[in-house]
């Protein structure tokens, strides 16, 4: 008989919501069972509509983890109290996964990764972005050679007006930042993976304020208020790795730019190069003339037939799932989540103090 996981949810807002609690739903080796929210009706509206029979509802998350038959827990809180929520979860016996990015400082994911070690349980970062079908597509064909030795990456997560106005996404003190650790976070994880290199040597970044202050701007959230806009608007780095290879990195909810692109990244090694600005596009040499092919791969299918098809959350959550029932490593390792937290963190810290952040 296959075993049943017990999932409990800490933080019922918008990402649990459209994310994490319907994935989790259609997994048939899962069901959730604990719904947390400092809004108790946040957290009674998810056990309503997710929940299994007799889910139960808190408002404290230390009382849920009291709970011995959990065996999962899903944290989607602001950013400043994933660590510690994590590690509570940790010690408490549970496995996590943890909404990104990972910790709002790289000294507070050092201290979840700690606690996964020292208790034995999977630990995994939620960026659903590897789980595409794009992404999956082109790590495989990375790792068949197909690029060669890639030395240079971009990571683009660029919005010309797309500003979250709710929740606490313009709150520095609770989020850490603004588009670069909330989207910026996305499309860095993509290209370190997609060129499994997480070895940096020194970044350089700039963060800008430019647009934040405006009253009643365009805005595909509806307009923000310029007294609670105290993250950056937009964000630029400039990362060193330790073989050479260079990654830049653009993250904006408001820019003045028309091209734009989200969770997105441009490689460039010694034998082709792949973008995803229009799907995924491969570019090189052959037969001492260039090329550019577009991949299709929605290409094949049958007509008048309409296949069943899985989302990268809920390839995510699947996954996942596996991953603990099977007992294998989870695709997002904590230890490659960690690397993204220590560039973000050193892309703010360059920013702020005008000099090169280097690592020992």
Same mark, same amino acid.
């Given at each position: 008989?296959?075993?049943?996981?017990?999932?409990?949810?800490?933080?019922?807002?918008?990402?649990?919501?459209?994310?994490?609690?319907?994935?989790?739903?259609?997994?048939?080796?899962?069901?959730?069972?604990?719904?947390?929210?400092?809004?108790?009706?946040?957290?009674?509206?998810?056990?309503?509509?997710?929940?299994?029979?007799?889910?139960?509802?808190?408002?404290?998350?230390?009382?849920?983890?009291?709970?011995?038959?959990?065996?999962?827990?899903?944290?989607?809180?602001?950013?400043?109290?994933?660590?510690?929520?994590?590690?509570?979860?940790?010690?408490?016996?549970?496995?996590?996964?943890?909404?990104?990015?990972?910790?709002?400082?790289?000294?507070?994911?050092?201290?979840?990764?700690?606690?996964?070690?020292?208790?034995?349980?999977?630990?995994?970062?939620?960026?659903?972005?590897?789980?595409?079908?794009?992404?999956?597509?082109?790590?495989? $064909?990375?790792?068949? !050679? #197909?690029?060669?030795?890639?030395? *240079?990456?971009?990571? %683009?997560? @660029?919005?010309?007006? +797309? =500003?979250?106005?709710?929740?606490?996404?313009?709150?520095?003190?609770?989020?850490?930042?603004?588009?670069?650790?909330?989207?910026?976070?996305?499309?860095?994880?993509?290209?370190?993976?997609?060129?499994?290199?997480?070895?940096?040597?020194?970044?350089?970044?700039?963060?800008?304020?430019?647009?934040?202050?405006?009253?009643?701007?365009?805005?595909?959230?509806?307009?923000?208020?310029?007294?609670?806009?105290?993250?950056?608007?937009?964000?630029?780095?400039?990362?060193?790795?330790?073989?050479?290879?260079?990654?830049?990195?653009?993250?904006?909810?408001?820019?003045?730019?028309?091209?734009?692109?989200?969770?997105?990244?441009?490689?460039?090694?010694?034998?082709?190069?792949?973008?995803?600005?229009?799907? $995924?596009?491969?570019? !090189? #040499?052959?037969?001492?003339?260039? *090329?550019?092919?577009? %991949?299709? @791969?929605?290409?094949? +299918? =049958?007509?008048?037939?309409?296949?069943?098809?899985?989302?990268?959350?809920?390839?995510?959550?699947?996954?996942?799932?596996?991953?603990?029932?099977?007992?294998?490593?989870?695709?997002?390792?904590?230890?490659?989540?960690?690397?993204?937290?220590?560039?973000?963190?050193?892309?703010?810290?360059?920013?702020?103090?005008?000099?090169?952040?280097?690592?020992?």
């Amino acid at each position: 008989m296959t075993q049943t996981l017990k999932v409990a949810i800490i933080g019922c807002g918008g990402i649990a919501n459209g994310k994490h609690m319907p994935s989790l739903s259609k997994q048939k080796n899962a069901e959730m069972v604990a719904f947390c929210d400092i809004v108790e009706s946040r957290a009674e509206e998810a056990a309503s509509k997710f929940g299994a029979e007799g889910a139960k509802v808190y408002t404290d998350y230390q009382e849920l983890l009291k709970d011995k038959s959990i065996d999962i827990v899903h944290v989607c809180t602001p950013n400043d109290s994933h660590s510690v929520i994590t590690v509570a979860a940790l010690e408490a016996g549970k496995h996590v996964m943890c909404e990104k990015p990972m910790a709002k400082t790289s000294e507070q994911a050092l201290e979840m990764i700690e606690a996964a070690k020292r208790t034995g349980k999977k630990l995994s970062i939620a960026y659903q972005n590897r789980f595409r079908n794009d992404s999956l597509y082109l790590k495989e $064909l990375i790792e068949t !050679g #197909e690029l060669g030795d890639i030395y *240079y990456g971009k990571a %683009i997560a @660029l919005r010309r007006r +797309g =500003v979250p106005t709710w929740g606490v996404f313009l709150d520095e003190e609770k989020q850490g930042g603004g588009p670069l650790i909330d989207i910026g976070t996305h499309a860095l994880d993509l290209t370190l993976w997609l060129m499994d290199n997480y070895k940096p040597k020194s970044v350089m970044g700039s963060v800008f304020h430019k647009l934040s202050g405006r009253e009643n701007a365009a805005n595909a959230f509806g307009p923000w208020n310029p007294e609670e806009f105290n993250v950056e608007d937009s964000a630029f780095g400039f990362v060193t790795m330790e073989n050479g290879a260079t990654i830049q990195v653009e993250a904006s909810w408001a820019l003045n730019v028309v091209e734009t692109g989200e969770a997105q990244t441009l490689l460039a090694g010694t034998e082709g190069g792949a973008d995803m600005k229009n799907g $995924l596009r491969l570019n !090189g #040499e052959k037969l001492s003339r260039l *090329y550019e092919q577009n %991949i299709d @791969l929605n290409a094949g +299918g =049958v007509a008048f037939f309409a296949g069943e098809s899985e989302s990268d959350a809920d390839r995510e959550a699947r996954m996942w799932i596996e991953a603990i029932l099977e007992d294998k490593e989870p695709l997002v390792k904590p230890e490659q989540a960690y690397v993204v937290t220590q560039i973000l963190e050193a892309i703010y810290e360059s920013a702020r103090t005008g000099k090169a952040v280097y690592f020992e």
